[in-house]
C-alpha cells in the first residue's frame, strides 16, 4: 500500500489553499525525505498568493523550511559542511536545487542563477515527487541542495526564517562589503530587517540607523542592535536625509540596505549615502518595482548599487552559525509571532499578508 501525506495546495490567486494528499515518493540516490516539523510564511509566499508575483499552480508554496529526516537516499552520509547524517537529525536547506556545473554554477559562483534550476516552494507539485514546498507534512530533497545539520542548541523556529530571510541578508551585506565601524541604514524593519541589524551590530558596525512607519516593530529592532531609529511616516525625504546625515556626522551612511520591498525607497536611500557609498536592494523581488533616479549623483558621488536575490550555500551555513553564536544576545525566537496548523494555512497566510505578524509558522 502507497502511503500519502497532506499538502496545503494553491491552485489560483487569492483561494484559499486546498488540503490534498498525495503518495509519498521512492526515495532515490542523493536524495533525503524529510518530515517537516516547521515552515514560515515569507513575503514572497504571499506575493505569489495574492498574484503580484506569478507562479505555477498547483503549487506547494513555503521554503523557510525545518525537518526531521525520515529516510536517505543510497550515497547520503553527511550534510554540506560534512557533518554525518542519520535518521531523525533536524536539517535546513538551501531554496535550490541547482546543477553544479552550468555557466552560472561553475564559472560565476551563481548557484542560485543555475540555468537548470528548482526551487522550493516555487515550481509546480502536479507530477512526482510533488513534495518539493514547506506548506506540507513532507519535503523531498533533491541531490542539487545543500543540507545543513541544525545544532541541537537551536529551535525549529528559530532556524526556519533564517533559511531565506537571514540568508539573504547575510549575502545581502556580503555584496555591501559592510565593514566594523561602518556607519549603516535599514530601510524596513520587518523580519529581514531585524536580521540585518543582527547582523550589522555582530559585524561591529557604529551606527545602526532603521527606518519604518510602525513604532511596535522600531521598538522591537532595538533589541536587534539598531541604534537609532526613525517613524518616517510622517517626515518628508529631506527630513530623513537631514537626519541621517545629523545622525552620521553630516557624511551619510557607508552602507544602505533596503528590505521593505518599496521601490519608492531606493532614491531616497541612495540620498542617504556618503560620497563613494554602498546601496543593496533586496526587497522588491516581484515585477514592476520601478524607480527613477538622476544618473549624474551616481557618477558624481561614486555610489554602487548592487541587487540580490537568494543566497549561496555559505551563507545559509553563515546564516546557522549566527543563531547559535548569539541566540543569548539577540532576541530571535521572538521573530515567530504566530503559529498555525496545516489545516488552518489560509488563516496564516491572511495574517502574514496583513503585516500583523513578523513571521507566522506553519506547523504541521
Not at 51 to 71: D, M, N, Y
Not at 133 to 146: Q, V
Not at 151 to 173: I, K, Q
Request: aromatic share 6%.
Amino acid at each position: 500500500m502507497t502511503l500519502k501525506a497532506k499538502a496545503a495546495i494553491m491552485t489560483s490567486p487569492n483561494k484559499d489553499l486546498e488540503i490534498i494528499q498525495y503518495p509519498l515518493p521512492s526515495v532515490e540516490r542523493g536524495c533525503i525525505l524529510v518530515k517537516i516539523t516547521c515552515c514560515t510564511i515569507c513575503g514572497s509566499d504571499v506575493h505569489s498568493w495574492t498574484g503580484r508575483r506569478s507562479a505555477p499552480t498547483p503549487i506547494i508554496l513555503g521554503h523557510e523550511i525545518v525537518g526531521k529526516v525520515v529516510e536517505l537516499g543510497e550515497g547520503v552520509i553527511h550534510d554540506s559542511g560534512d557533518r554525518p547524517l542519520k535518521i531523525g537529525d533536524r536539517i535546513t536547506w538551501t531554496i535550490m536545487d541547482n546543477c553544479g556545473k552550468c555557466y552560472y554554477c561553475r564559472q560565476k559562483g551563481l548557484m542560485m542563477k543555475c540555468r537548470h534550476l528548482k526551487k522550493y516552494g516555487h515550481d509546480s507539485c502536479e507530477e512526482p515527487p510533488h513534495f518539493i514546498g514547506g506548506f506540507a507534512e513532507y519535503c523531498y530533497i533533491t541531490p542539487g541542495t545543500c543540507v545543513i545539520k541544525i545544532p541541537d542548541v537551536l529551535t525549529d523556529e528559530e532556524v526556519a526564517p533564517a533559511n531565506c530571510a537571514l540568508a539573504t541578508v547575510v549575502a545581502g551585506w556580503e555584496a555591501a562589503e559592510v565593514k566594523p565601524f561602518e556607519n549603516v541604514l535599514i530601510q524596513g524593519a520587518g523580519a529581514l530587517g531585524f536580521y540585518a541589524a543582527a547582523l550589522a551590530k555582530h559585524y561591529g558596525c557604529q551606527r545602526i540607523i532603521v527606518t519604518d512607519i510602525l513604532d511596535h516593530r522600531l521598538d522591537f529592532i532595538k533589541a536587534f542592535g539598531a541604534s537609532d531609529v526613525l517613524n518616517v511616516s510622517r517626515m518628508s525625504d529631506e527630513n530623513i536625509i537631514q537626519a541621517v546625515h545629523d545622525i552620521t556626522g553630516g557624511f551619510g551612511v557607508d552602507c544602505a540596505m533596503e528590505v521593505a520591498g518599496i521601490a519608492d525607497l531606493i532614491p531616497l536611500g541612495l540620498k542617504c549615502l556618503r560620497t563613494g557609498g554602498r546601496y543593496v536592494e533586496i526587497g522588491n523581488s516581484a515585477p514592476g518595482a520601478h524607480f527613477t533616479y538622476d544618473a549624474c549623483d551616481i557618477v558624481w558621488r561614486r555610489l554602487t548599487l548592487k541587487g540580490v536575490h537568494n543566497y549561496d550555500a555559505r551563507h545559509l551555513q553563515a546564516a546557522v552559525d549566527l543563531l547559535a553564536a548569539t541566540r543569548a544576545i539577540f532576541p530571535f525566537k521572538d521573530i515567530v509571532t504566530h503559529r498555525v496548523s496545516l489545516e488552518n494555512i489560509t488563516e496564516g497566510m491572511r495574517m502574514a499578508k496583513s503585516g500583523e505578524a513578523i513571521r507566522v509558522a506553519v506547523l504541521p
